[in-house]
């Protein structure tokens, strides 16, 4: 009785102490970059897109990223882009050019 009683104790402290982690770290964010130009007509709707997404889903993060600043373009080459829009989900690239759909980004997350 008193090993069952010490493992039922152990157990309630085991998760009490996860439910504390899990309270005082922070989610994993999902970043979500779409490099755009000032004069790219597709860009403003992919930059939306993402924009939308990240307003609908928890831990989710969008970013602009215009080419024609000196920091952007920096990263544009760091990256490899080649076109506008092209958007990265955490660093890789997910669309060159803009997303189909809202659901086509959201499916591009989640995989």
């Not at 069952?4 to 157990?11: F, M, N, Y």
């Not at 709707?45 to 215009?66: N, P, R, T």
Request: aromatic share 6%; with cysteine; charged share 25%.
């Amino acid at each position: 009785m008193n090993d069952e009683l010490a493992q039922i104790k152990k157990k309630r402290l085991e998760e009490l102490m996860k439910r504390q982690h899990d309270a005082v770290t922070p989610k994993r964010q999902i970043v979500i970059e779409v490099f755009t130009s000032p004069t790219c007509p597709h860009c403003p709707s992919a930059v939306a897109m993402a924009q939308e997404l990240a307003s609908q889903m928890s831990g989710v993060q969008a970013f602009e990223i215009s080419t024609a600043t000196p920091q952007g373009f920096a990263k544009a080459a760091l990256y490899g882009v080649k076109a506008v829009p092209t958007v990265f989900i955490d660093h890789k690239r997910a669309f060159v050019g803009a997303p189909p759909s809202i659901e086509a980004l959201r499916k591009a997350i989640k995989s």
